[in-house]
């Protein structure tokens, strides 16, 4: 169902907000999910979402290597491509973070 999607990626994002739970989420693989959905779903408020999390994520030093490693910055740059501005955004502010 399209809406507990979006739910649940919105939850995702707001707990990226909070800087204590990045090893808790990569460790239940959150941050996979992330990049799949990324990859895979064309909803735009899913990809906002998506984009708004990973932003958040990627300002944790672990996560940048785990992204970078999985080989998933297609995923990253996907969503720089949405039409959505916002999303394009959030993108390029994780693409920055990851570039650090």
Request: with cysteine; glycine share 4%.
């Amino acid at each position: 169902d399209l809406q507990v999607r979006r739910d649940a990626i919105f939850a995702l994002a707001n707990l990226a907000d909070a800087v204590e739970l990045h090893a808790d989420l990569l460790r239940h693989g959150a941050v996979d999910r992330l990049e799949l959905v990324a990859l895979q779903v064309e909803d735009v408020r899913c990809q906002r979402d998506t984009g708004r999390a990973l932003a958040c994520l990627t300002q944790d030093a672990e996560i940048r290597k785990h992204i970078v490693e999985s080989k998933r910055l297609d995923a990253v740059i996907k969503l720089t491509r949405s039409l959505d501005v916002s999303c394009q955004r959030y993108a390029a502010l994780a693409l920055c973070n990851l570039g650090c």
